[in-house]
Every structure is written in structure tokens, then in C-alpha cells.
């Protein structure tokens, strides 16, 4: 089965800081490869499909890149409100396997 | 607007069954597919089952396979998982999800609406 590893696992950052995540495919997977935001309580939010496709009411602050096996996502300048735990996931096959997960922290 | 609703978590000794239920509104269900995903708590996301709108297409975790059974009644607009010989590692809040893509053929792991969640305790 397709293996997605995130790192890092935990990131402290500071508020208007750039912040980037990385995930990497045990294989190809087509780039469809989507990334999700998670805060505690709440269910997952899509933010990004297809390697680099905001969802709409995405802020543009949020970028995803890469292709093949290893992918990024970036925030531009991190808000208050971005403190949250970030998934990877490829929808390639129908495992649709996430990542560990990157919790990112107020530093 | 797109409206999940899951049911049917509790508590059940290992070895027992439960039946989630969820209940679908705001779009015509029969033409999405469907898809549970659990998170084990303070842990990560995983995709359990899924289901084409059609129910021609399923999907079942090598963690579930054999124990769970996925199925929706599309004049209901409810998406069903039969869990039967529950472990304690079925514990977890079980979230129903869609993709917003209209086909009811198909089946991709993609979501962009879900649930709120049901948990599912499995413990003596």
C-alpha cells in the first residue's frame, strides 16, 4: 500500500512567520495529492487538492507545490488562526492515505 | 447546503457489533460517493470504507476487511457500516464524507464535506 510521510511532526513557529511542511509518497501517486487542516474539537477542513488547489474560502496565504513523490505546503505568513494539525493525503487509490500529521505550535 | 449527520456510536465489548448510520441532506445523494474515515483519539486519519454513489464500487481497509460492511440506501439518502467482531483498536470517532464530484460510478478518496462524528467506544 502507498506509505505518506510528513515531517516534520511538530513545528513551533511565531505569528507572521513562514512555515513549510513536507510530505512524501512511497510511490507515485499521480499528484493527487490533497492537504487538510485540523484544530482540536473539529472535523477536518480540505484546503488544497491536486497538489495545488485552494478550495474556495481558502486564504491565499496557502500554497501547496511539488510533484512525482514529494510534496509541500507552505503558509506565507502564519495568523493565529492557522495553529492546527495539517494532513497529507493521496486520493490516487482508494486507500486514500494520510499522513502522520504536522502539529503546528505557537512558538 | 451539504448536511452529514452520523449515529449509532456507543460503547460495546470487544467481540460486539454497532451500526452507523448517516444521514445525508442538501444534494441528491445517489450521485456521490461516500466514504467513512475514523481517527483513533489524539491520533491521525484513516480512510475505513468506501462506497461509489451507484454502491457498484466498495472499499474496505485491510484493518476492517471482513469485519465491516459498507452499504447506503439511496432512497434514504443514509450511508450505513455494519462493525462486527469490534476490537479495541476500532476505537475511534468514525466521521462520514463526501467528495463533491458528481458521478455515480465512481470512487476517490477525496473530501470535501464531512460530518461531525460518532464515537465508537470498544472496550470491557
Known amino acids: 500500500d502507498i506509505q505518506m510521510t510528513q515531517s516534520p511532526s511538530t513545528l513551533s513557529a511565531s505569528v507572521g512567520d513562514r512555515v513549510t511542511i513536507t510530505c512524501r509518497a512511497s510511490?507515485?501517486?499521480?499528484?493527487?495529492l490533497a492537504w487538510y487542516q485540523q484544530k482540536p474539537g473539529e472535523v477536518p477542513r480540505l484546503l488544497i487538492h491536486k497538489v495545488s488547489i485552494l478550495q474556495g474560502g481558502v486564504p491565499s496565504r496557502f500554497s501547496g507545490s511539488g510533484s512525482g513523490t514529494e510534496f509541500t505546503l507552505t503558509i506565507s505568513s502564519l495568523q493565529p488562526d492557522d495553529f492546527a494539525t495539517y494532513y497529507c493525503q493521496q486520493y490516487n487509490v482508494y486507500s486514500g492515505t494520510f499522513g502522520q500529521g504536522t502539529k503546528v505550535e505557537i512558538k | 447546503e451539504v448536511q452529514l449527520l452520523e449515529s449509532g456510536g456507543g460503547l460495546v465489548q470487544p467481540g460486539g457489533s454497532l451500526r452507523l448510520s448517516c444521514a445525508a441532506s442538501?444534494?441528491?445523494?445517489?450521485?456521490?460517493?461516500m466514504t467513512w474515515v475514523r481517527q483513533a483519539p489524539g491520533k491521525g486519519l484513516e480512510c475505513v470504507s468506501g462506497i461509489s454513489g451507484s454502491s457498484g464500487v466498495t472499499y474496505y481497509a485491510d484493518s476492517v476487511k471482513g469485519r465491516f460492511t459498507i452499504s447506503r440506501d439511496n432512497s434514504k439518502n443514509t450511508l450505513y457500516l455494519q462493525m462486527n467482531s469490534l476490537r479495541a483498536e476500532d476505537t475511534a470517532i468514525y466521521y462520514c464524507?463526501?467528495?463533491?464530484?458528481?458521478?455515480?460510478?465512481?470512487?476517490?478518496?477525496?473530501?470535501?464535506?464531512w460530518g461531525q462524528g460518532t464515537l465508537v467506544t470498544v472496550s470491557s
Open positions: 442538501g444534494f441528491t445523494f445517489s450521485n456521490y460517493a
Open positions: 464524507a463526501k467528495r463533491d464530484y458528481s458521478n455515480p460510478s465512481t470512487y476517490a478518496p477525496l473530501f470535501e464535506s
Open positions: 510511490q507515485s501517486i499521480n499528484n493527487w
